[in-house]
């Protein structure tokens, strides 16, 4: 985004809310016997963000498809503008005025960003035929009021997947809203066009706009929050404003006060055991070349790499794993060079890798959570052999399931079937049941609310009080901030700046993104 960063977004200023544009009044959705959304009334006013938290299978997503019309409710109703409105597609929400971005995008990726935006309205010429010209330059019109960096002829099938949640944005704010839903909107945002989201949203807002705001990041709530309504298993706990503190909020969303999100680190480190030296990697299209990269992790210590989408931390975090060839340079795990395009010869060595996308690149989605977190084990890990030791294999899987909080009544569940969180759980228990020295993580929190990070982060910990060296690569900035002992930004495929956690400045370490 263009959108100039100078300060931290200060917590959004308390405003008299305008009349409710769009509520539901007992409204229920069940699947057979399973109740997914209990009776839930609310009401979503002009010029206000009503803040939706809770747990993944909370309820959340249930209620935004309704109200989005992707649904429909069970029971009860919703009400515009004090009319009682059925919703019976998407077009229909459309057509009151709803506009919704979901985590899952609905892009067409072969097309342009252009198209896209321009889809189901497309301008046409006097022949009926579609003005190419003109719907680049309406989509051009609009990135360039939200301040979007995107470019309306590109493929949206080669865009980052922060670049393409920006052109869902465009799509929803085409035509203005009554009602934006926002699902998860900064999930796959680097922390700067984060930041440059939320001001769009305050000044969404300031127009007058209802907006629904579902997220797990739980410092973004008083930033852009009016009210925040917390669901439980499907029922509504409770409404209280943006400015509740933290503690109560997490009380009321899982149900029991939490101590303190962050573990602290361990103290003392050992000796180096993951080691980069002078790596540049091979250049790829449409990838970010990784330059000169040197860094080194000791054990018992978390080391974070920060910067904006597009920086190159993720390629960092797949050349560590083999994924990336080498021009030049070495990657070492305990003295031991890592081969190069080799990730079995890295698992050999004691390197593991959790990537980015749970879905495509680490879970088998068809197949049990048991059988994801075990195959890799037959080959490299404890269970390896000619034959399936069952006895050895459930108590090990039992043993992982509890260290990640992942209830081990689910290990036959397909991971398909299993919330964001249990499914990321998941495939942190495939790394912890490897014998391994070194864990690099892309993005381990992604799109998971905050009771699975709590279980994720303890687990972390759990990894680096054993002496594991562990490198986690994040768009989300407060949360290593909370973790590693180190921070390391990425810049166009460079490191250009280290901070030691007592240098930790949020603001300082943001000016060193760009």
């Not at 439980?232 to 149900?255: F, K, N, S, W, Y």
């Not at 081969?339 to 390197?351: S, T, V, Y």
């Not at 879905?359 to 037959?378: K, P, Q, V």
């Not at 709590?454 to 972390?460: P, Q, V």
């Amino acid at each position: 985004m263009s959108i100039a960063l100078q300060e931290p977004i200060a917590p959004a200023a308390s405003v008299q809310a305008g009349p409710a544009v769009i509520g539901v009044r007992e409204i229920t959705r069940r699947y057979g016997r399973n109740v997914a959304l209990a009776p839930v009334t609310l009401d979503f006013r002009a010029g206000e963000a009503h803040v939706l938290f809770g747990e993944n299978g909370a309820g959340k997503s249930t209620l935004i498809s309704l109200l989005a019309g992707a649904n429909a409710p069970s029971g009860g109703e919703i009400v515009v503008r004090g009319k009682v409105a059925r919703f019976g597609s998407v077009a229909e929400a459309r057509a009151h005025g709803v506009r919704a971005v979901f985590q899952e995008f609905s892009l067409i990726p072969h097309q342009t960003v252009a198209e896209n935006i321009i889809l189901g309205e497309e301008p046409t010429n006097r022949f009926g035929l579609l003005a190419k010209q003109a719907a680049v330059e309406e989509a051009q019109a609009l990135i360039d009021s939200l301040g979007f960096d995107l470019n309306p002829r590109s493929r949206v099938v080669s865009l980052t997947r922060g670049k393409q949640q920006m052109v869902e944005i465009c799509k929803a704010l085409r035509r203005p809203p009554e009602l934006l839903i926002l699902d998860e909107p900064t999930a796959s945002l680097s922390e700067h066009d984060a930041q440059a989201l939320l001001k769009l949203v305050l000044r969404l807002k300031a127009e007058g706009t209802a907006i629904i705001y579902v997220t797990h990041r739980i410092h973004e709530i008083p930033i852009v929050g009016d009210r925040v309504t917390v669901l439980r298993d499907g029922r509504h706990i409770d409404t209280v404003p943006a400015d509740t503190c933290e503690d109560d909020l997490i009380g009321l969303m899982t149900g029991r006060q939490m101590a303190k999100i962050y573990p602290t680190p361990r103290a003392d480190l050992g000796a180096v055991r993951l080691s980069l030296d002078a790596v540049t990697t091979v250049p790829r299209r449409g990838q970010v070349q990784v330059q000169d990269a040197g860094l080194e992790v000791r054990a018992g210590e978390i080391v974070g790499v920060a910067g904006l989408v597009g920086c190159g931390k993720g390629e960092l975090a797949q050349a560590c794993f083999g994924l990336h060839r080498l021009r030049s340079g070495t990657i070492t795990v305990d003295g031991r060079p890592v081969k190069q395009g080799d990730p079995a010869d890295a698992i050999r060595n004691g390197l593991w890798m959790t990537p980015s996308d749970r879905r495509h690149d680490g879970l088998s989605m068809g197949r049990s959570a048991r059988e994801n977190i075990s195959l890799s084990s037959y080959s490299f890990g404890p269970l390896r052999g000619r034959w399936i030791k069952t006895d050895q294999e459930n108590r090990l899987l039992t043993e992982i399931s509890r260290l990640v909080d992942f209830e081990p009544a689910k290990l036959d569940d397909p991971v398909e079937s299993l919330s964001g969180g249990n499914q990321q759980k998941v495939l942190l228990a495939k790394a912890m049941v490897q014998d391994i020295s070194v864990y690099v993580f892309d993005e381990p929190t992604v799109g998971v609310d905050i009771g699975a990070c709590l279980s994720i982060y303890n687990a972390l910990s759990k990894l680096s009080e054993r002496g594991a060296a562990i490198l986690i690569a994040s768009s989300n900035l407060p949360e290593l901030m909370g973790l590693a002992h180190r921070i390391k930004v990425m810049s166009n495929g460079r490191f250009v700046a280290e901070f030691a956690r007592d240098e930790y400045d949020e603001h300082k370490i943001l000016e060193q993104f760009f």
